[in-house]
């Protein structure tokens, strides 16, 4: 049940671009972005409901393909504050998020 | 702008013993969480509380466990009889009951070392 996130860990220099994707084996209600530095506790991104929509947030934007059970988040020319930890959290209509193992972001200068 | 509390922020207790974890959520939120993660590892669903009752729970859950509203503004999280294993941040949660606007605001957790 828990999604499954891809890559584990990417490493990229100030002002590249990543994407982050999260499938699911089952089908989505909704899907939910975090962010977690290092010993800090997530921090939310954005909520994407079933619909296939797509959100922003500064340079930070994700999309929902419902039918493919997958959700991409796209962080365009990176900043160094964007570094952490992005987990991807999956809700199937109940009222629990599963959340992936996470995919680590690390900016070099 | 409002923000998830937990106290204390770090907690050494000695196996075997109970612990208590408290957060103070958002004073409008209606649904309340608690997740842990251990160190390195990733955020785990623990159990979601609504109107005074728990709503889910994940199988670490276990009777060893539980949740309360004692005054309608403290959420807590109780462990029985700690063990090595338990060793863990805690995070507490809160949402609104809206529908689509049913992001988490976590607080900064509880780090809980057994010793």
């Known amino acids: 049940q828990q999604p499954v996130q891809s890559p584990q860990a990417v490493i990229l220099r100030e002002g590249e671009d990543a994407v982050i994707n999260c499938s699911s084996s089952?089908?989505?209600?909704?899907v939910h972005w975090y962010r977690q530095k290092h010993g800090e506790a997530p921090v939310f991104l954005m909520i994407?409901?079933?619909?296939?929509e797509q959100k922003g947030h500064e340079k930070i934007s994700a999309s929902f393909n419902e039918k493919k059970q997958q959700s991409s988040l796209y962080l365009t020319a990176s900043q160094l504050s964007y570094s952490g930890t992005y987990f991807c959290g999956t809700e199937w209509g109940d009222d629990k998020i599963i959340f992936g193992k996470g995919t680590r972001l690390h900016i070099l200068p | 702008e409002p923000e998830v509390t937990q106290t204390p922020s770090h907690q050494v207790t000695q196996m075997g013993q109970e612990v208590i974890l408290r957060c103070v959520p958002i004073?409008?939120?209606?649904?309340f969480y608690w997740y842990r993660q251990i160190l390195g590892q990733k955020v785990e669903f623990l159990v979601s509380f609504y109107n005074n009752e728990i709503s889910e729970k994940s199988e670490i859950f276990d009777d060893q466990f539980s949740v309360e509203r004692p005054d309608g503004s403290n959420f807590t999280l109780k462990i029985r009889s700690t063990k090595l294993e338990d060793s863990a941040m805690y995070f507490c949660?809160?949402?609104?009951?809206?529908?689509?606007?049913?992001?988490?605001?976590f607080g900064q957790g509880t780090r809980l070392t057994v010793v």
């Open positions: 994407l409901l079933k619909g296939g």
């Open positions: 089952k089908a989505l209600y909704s």
């Open positions: 949660a809160s949402s609104e009951a809206l529908l689509g606007a049913r992001d988490r605001f």
């Open positions: 004073s409008n939120h209606l649904y």
